[in-house]
Every structure is written in structure tokens, then in C-alpha cells.
């Protein structure tokens, strides 16, 4: 499992009976997750008085009850954490985990490596932030500043350039803007990437080489291979579900396979990484893990990992399981 264990500002506290309790900064969300089939005691008093709560209706959908909430904050984020882990070894054991090797981040100052969010409840229970995919900002950022760090030994100014393909509020384009890369963030909802624009100033990142662009995310891929563009490295969260810009129909189980053959095109000669997130339930790691390995090991020499993606609950220390990545790096960074 890759945990997101690095969180100062968010944190599970508790989960029972289709239901988690979250703290954003100083605020307690209480919202449905299908993950959550157990029943607990819900000791804690955050159930009983929440900022914010959830209610998920019997014909879909849903709405939110308030409770002295702002209608927007902001959280913190630091890149690599401290460097050390704060799960129990018997934990992560059990769960398959271990400290990742965050060595280029840990060198660098934290206020250097942290991002900041805002957040505001809207549709369907969410915020405009995945915590869980700290895990995978981690990983990203992590090898693109060892791979700078390589080029700068070899004389070569190249940046690294990164394409992010759905990229909702653009946590993992702030990632890789922080550890230098130049990034493409494409996303087909234009709200959604005026709200990451918002976070990569919040975050410092306002004059980062970051290309924003409102687009459907396979006809833009399409035509940057027509026009020769290639990247270094191709992060995707697809939607199970979801429509572009002009009305473009995407279904994950019908689309994914011939879209990832698509965009490994746009790999360059020597690719650093390729991030493949899902909360798509029939996209399991193994799955995601045979997509990738099919689609980008065979021509080059690609290792993938697949593996749920899961956030620490704090009440009894067990994992909240928070959907699936697949990484597929292409070279060693020693």
C-alpha cells in the first residue's frame, strides 16, 4: 500500500458505518465513503459536532449541513514530510509498506517543498482535494529533483517536462512545479483549473513554468503527438465517468486501454515516470499493474508497482483504503 503519512493539516480521525471523520486544518468534515462497511463505537466527539456533515440521499447525490464553516480555508502541505515515519513498524508491516526513499526532498528547506491548498465543500461531498495522493506527490517530486540534479552533472539544462492529464485542482502539478519540473496541467473543467491556478499562487508557484490549459485530455494528446511534443513524464487520474469540454464521452473501462497505448507515444527517448491513479472499483493494482507493464514495459525497460493508495486512521492506527496507483519508473536515479 503507498500511505499518505506526511499530513500535518488533514488527518482521518475516525470511521464507521459508511461514514469518515476528517480534520481539514481546524475544521472536523464528516462525509460517506463506500469503503467504510465496518461499525464502530464512534468514540470520538468530532462525530457529534462537525463543521461540516454530509448527507448522502436514498436517490443519489446528496447535500451538505454546516456548522460554523467558512466557505473557503486553506491547509498546508510539506513535500517528504520530516523524513521519518510515524506509523508503527507492525503497522506498516502488515500493510506492505515502507518509508520511501525521499532523499532529494529531505535536502531541500520545507518551506521550500510546501504547497497550500484551498478548500470549499461542493458537489457530491467533496473539497478540491484527494489527501491520499500526498503519497504519490511524494514519489513524483522525488525523482524529478534527482533527475535535475543528474542533468545539472552532466551539463545538461533541459528541464524536466511533466504532463498532467485530469488534473482536478492540480495537487500533483504543484508537486512537480516545486521540485522544478515544467508542467502541463490540462483538465476539461475550467473552474477546476481556475481553482488550481489559485492554489499554485497560494503556493508560490505563480511565475513556475506551468502550462494551464481547458481541454479534453485525449484530443489534446492526440494533438501533441501530431505536433511532435513529447514529456519526461505523464501523471492521469481518469474520471470512471465524465464528458469534455464539447461534450466528449469518456468511460474508463471502454477508453483507458487505447488512451494509456496514446499516451505513452508522448513519452521522450529517455522517460523518467509514468503515475496512473484510479477510484474506478473494477481497477484493481493488478489490473493497473497489467495495463501498464503491456503498454509501456515491453519497448522499454520499465518497472511498475501497483498498489492501493491509503490514508492512517488515527482512532485505531489501521488504514483507510482510498483507491488504486499504478507507477511505472524507467531508470535508476542512483
Known sequence: ??????????????????EKLERWGSYL???????????????????????????????????WEFFELPEQW???????????????????????????????LSAL????????????????????????????????ANLILTERARRVREGNAEPVKVLNLFAYTGGATLAAAKAGAAVTHVDASKGMVQWAKENAESSGLSAAPIRWLVDDCVK?????????????????DPPSYGRGPKGEIWKLEDDI?????????????????????????GLQPAVMHYL?????????RGRVCAEEVGLPIAANGLMLPCGCSARCSFRSMD
Open 1 to 18: 500500500m503507498f500511505i499518505a503519512e506526511n499530513w500535518k493539516d488533514y488527518e482521518v480521525l475516525d470511521t464507521g458505518n459508511g
Open 29 to 63: 468534515l464528516r462525509r460517506p465513503d463506500p469503503q467504510v462497511i465496518w461499525e464502530i463505537r464512534k468514540s470520538s466527539r468530532g462525530w457529534r459536532k462537525p463543521n461540516g456533515h454530509y448527507h448522502r440521499s436514498q436517490r443519489g447525490g446528496g447535500e
Open 74 to 104: 486553506t491547509i498546508s502541505y510539506t513535500l517528504g514530510g520530516d523524513g521519518s515515519s510515524r506509523l508503527p513498524v507492525e503497522t506498516a508491516g502488515s500493510y506492505g509498506y515502507s518509508v520511501p526513499e525521499n532523499a532529494a
Open 109 to 140: 528547506p520545507a518551506a521550500e517543498r510546501t504547497l497550500r491548498f484551498h478548500l470549499k465543500p461542493f458537489s457530491f461531498k467533496h473539497t478540491g482535494l484527494f489527501p491520499e495522493q500526498a503519497a504519490n506527490w511524494d514519489w513524483c
Open 220 to 236: 489534446f494528446a492526440e494533438r501533441e503527438l501530431r505536433r511532435g511534443n513529447r514529456y519526461d513524464a505523464i501523471i492521469m
Open 257 to 281: 486501454g487505447g488512451f494509456l497505448k496514446l499516451s505513452a507515444q508522448l513519452l521522450s527517448e529517455k522517460p523518467l515516470f509514468f503515475l496512473l491513479n484510479s477510484y474506478t472499483t
Open 292 to 300: 501498464l507493464h503491456s503498454t509501456l514495459c515491453i519497448d522499454r
